[in-house]
């Protein structure tokens, strides 16, 4: 029997592969110090309560809540970071739990602010701000609590919500927990016939594999673990959409979607039209699985033969060092200065590279205004690996610009922002290699990677959000969710959304308990107007237009200083119409026009 490949454990992997995340603080003591310390300072905020129609006590506060909140925020970061390392660190799961409760407390600091920058009168307090050389930094800031008003609620009222938010954020704590540390997948054995031990982290290798017993068993291993614990994580949702609903409601919103939409200024319309346009263009969609299914040779097609490339190429052993150099190459549109960033980052310890025992599976990119922008990543050495790592490099290159170009009140980007860089490096990776590839094998491959790009992040999550606004109406409307209506809806979906050519597996209906996405409310649209956006930028910066690369910066360095759809107009990217979404799909359409012509030819 062939020895099963076990996880390698955090000590065996190279620091050279790993975040230098010492550099926020060098052990668990010099934190320990320092949160005592933001502890004993952070009541004396409560000493403004009363005092802030007078500018300078407005002043005071505002200096005082930035020194606090920065260090709050790396506290943070650092601490989450570290439990992340490894999910079974208890000394890091405790630190990560313990700056969890108090920044609930922290909350509770600050909840009179805004109920008491209300209660002055509006056009005062503005002019006010106006004519102070220091306040005027913080007009958007005000203008942005003012349009608010209508859903804020009372100091006491407030507080008490502040005091609670620990509580009513932990069913995502509960997921995380039960998925990355408690569950585990078991063995498969991969083409070689090696038993390998199953993880969320490689699962997107074997779900690929050219072998269909491979793919199959990965497929029914995974969505079978997670259908044993159904009821719980059905319960984890439905508990976290109905924290939501408390929230949304207690704030007089209509909805738990205007409640996410509103505060940054986001049409609700934006959102459904996105649905009512993808689902008016399903037929593309069917058109990629029936020209799948051929392309494959299959007499049936599965859903775990989804993500199997349709032309069978030699599987790649892509080092992570080789992925860098492609990752640049790719990049080298977006200038020096660009690139330039990207080389400190990759060399700095930006980035945390390859899968350990017990840790967070997936990608991201993260950090505070203080802290490198860091890259979690578990690199596994395929081509989407090295997609993974243009990804979040421009989400972490996105933080950098913000960070250096706006004071900290703006030094953060909006969800509706925040996947278009990130969507930009990757677009502008799939056209590099389309372009330089003369293999005609390899090229209709990566054409069959771009069209995956697009049925992943505009159709699949198009389908989330169609998801999300399901269950969160059904639970508004005062029904109820258990396990089997939550299977139900998803199945559904997916037959609507991939058509009569597929045979929907019933495995598939559990899918919905492994996305953690789902726990950020109305969060997966973004990926889809996002990569709208992010196509626009692209195909400007690619075609070489007057001053595309220096207004994709400009879009870079906004951060929150404007709302995020103004934010993308003033870059000549109108989010607020269907036409990205719809030049999307037609550049869907002429990829798949491109892989018939080449295969016919």
Known sequence: MSEVKKLRLREDIPSSYKWNIEKIYKDS?????????????????????GTLKDK????AYLSLDEELSRTLEKLYVFAHMKSHEDTQNAKF????????????????????????????????????IDNDQDLKLYNTFFKTIFKEKPHILSKE?????????????SSESIFSILTNADMSFGTIKDEEGNLIELSEGNYSNFIKSKNKDVRKSAFELLFGTYKKYENTIAKTLTSSIRSAIFLSKTRKYKSTLEASLNPNDIPVNVYTNAINTIDENLNSLHRYVSLKKKLLKLDEIHMYDLYVPVID???????????????????????????????????????????NKGKRSGAYSWGSYDTMPYVLLNYNFDLHDVSTLAHEMGHSIHSYYTRNNQPYVYGNYTLFCAEVASTTNEILLINYLINK????????????????QIRTTVYRQLMFAEFEL??????????????????????????????DEIIIDKDIEIEWARIPHFYSHFYVYQYATGYAAASSFATSILNKEDNAVETYKEFLKAGASLYPVDTLKKAKVDMTTDKPLKDTIKRFNE??????ELIDD
């Open 93 to 128: 799961q405790s630190l990560a739990s313990k700056i969890d409760v108090f920044m609930a407390e922290f909350s509770s600091y600050t909840a009179f602010f805004v109920p008491e920058i209300l209660s002055l009168d509006e056009n005062e307090f503005f002019c006010m």
């Open 56 to 59: 300078e006590n407005l002043k």
């Open 470 to 499: 399901v269950t969160h109406k059904t639970l508004e409307e005062g029904e109820d969710l258990t396990s089997k209506d939550l299977n139900k809806i998803w199945l559904d979906l997916n037959k609507k959304y991939f058509g």
């Open 157 to 169: 009222v407030e507080e008490v919500i502040a005091s609670v938010s620990n509580c009513l954020g």
């Open 29 to 49: 003591t010099q934190w320990e110090e320092e949160f005592e310390n933001l502890k004993g300072k952070s009541k004396s905020l409560l000493n403004f309560q």
């Open 313 to 355: 190429m030699p599987k790649e052993h892509i080092e992570y060092e080789d992925a860098v150099k492609i990752v640049e190459e790719a990049l080298k549109p977006l200038g020096e200065e660009y690139l330039g960033i990207f080389d400190e980052g990759i060399k700095n310890g930006w980035v945390d590279v390859f899968e």
């Open 591 to 596: 990829l798949l026009d491109m892989l018939e």
């Open 437 to 452: 590839e003369t293999n005609l094998n390899k090229k209709l491959y990566l054409i069959n990677q771009e069209l995956e």
